[in-house]
T-cell receptor, first 114, second 115 residues
Framework: GAVVSQHPSWVICKSGTSVKIECRSL??????MFWYRQFPKQSLMLMAT?????????EQGVEKDKFLINHASLTLSTLTVTSAHPEDSSFYIC??????????FGSGTRLTVV | GESVGLHLPTLSVQEGDNSIINCAYS??????FIWYKQESGKGPQFIID?????DKRQGQRVTVLLNKTVKHLSLQIAATQPGDSAVYFC??????????????FGKGTHLIIQP
């Protein structure tokens, strides 16, 4: 499968500020990447599909203006949480679909909004 | 929408014993299933996958069984070790090969290996 790097691994920000999370596919040119959110003791929920060179596709209930996704190259997708609030505190994880089957996940970013 | 769910939230097993984690799915169109292991504070780690045209697949110490008739998926871990302690998720995808779709995850089972 692909090798995926996610940065930062954790971040603390003040309420009202914006935070950018990076997801890099290190050995595979990914036209599509996925962003998930995971609250404590819960499962992963797909937020959006990041498409290289075009707009992201958001799942129902996910605010596209709040969670900005940019996929400007085949190896990098970014998720920006804008005007973050404490309820946005969560574990954000990106994923890359490999050449055949299989999805590889990043190590996740723990966001805490204070 | 339809979802993938798990029967047991916590499973405690003696070290060395075999464990079975179950998963029910509701979307009959699902054609690809994956089991992931997630340790605290980390991203999901691929364990094993299976396509809908198969009913069993084996890996190292792990076996996945798929019963499409009752829409049931299971993960068997043989000779469990302390390092197997983690949360295990099943996930499904219904558009493999026809486009890129994200995965739908089940609720998760916390596997605890007792020494």
């Amino acid at each position: 499968g692909a090798v995926v790097s996610q940065h930062p691994s954790w971040v603390i920000c003040k309420s009202g500020t914006s935070v950018k999370i990076e997801c890099r596919s290190l050995d595979f040119q990914a036209t599509t990447m996925f962003w998930y959110r995971q609250f404590p003791k819960q499962s992963l929920m797909l937020m959006a599909t990041s498409n290289e060179g075009s707009k992201a596709t958001y799942e129902q209930g996910v605010e596209k203006d709040k969670f900005l996704i940019n996929h400007a190259s085949l190896t990098l997708s970014t998720l920006t949480v804008t005007s973050a609030h404490p309820e946005d505190s969560s574990f954000y994880i990106c994923s890359v679909q490999g050449r055949t089957y299989g999805y590889t996940f990043g190590s996740g970013t723990r966001l805490t909004v204070v | 929408g339809e979802s993938v769910g798990l029967h047991l939230p916590t499973l405690s097993v003696q070290e060395g014993d075999n464990s079975i984690i179950n998963c029910a799915y509701s979307n009959s169109a699902s054609d690809y299933f994956i089991w992931y292991k997630q340790e605290s504070g980390k991203g999901p780690q691929f364990i094993i996958d299976i396509r809908s045209n198969m009913d069993k697949r084996q890996g190292q110490r792990v076996t996945v069984l798929l019963n499409k008739t009752v829409k049931h998926l299971s993960l068997q871990i043989a000779a469990t070790q302390p390092g197997d302690s983690a949360v295990y998720f099943c996930a499904e995808n219904i558009k493999v090969g026809g486009g890129a779709d994200g995965l739908t995850f089940g609720k998760g089972t916390h596997l605890i290996i007792q020494p």
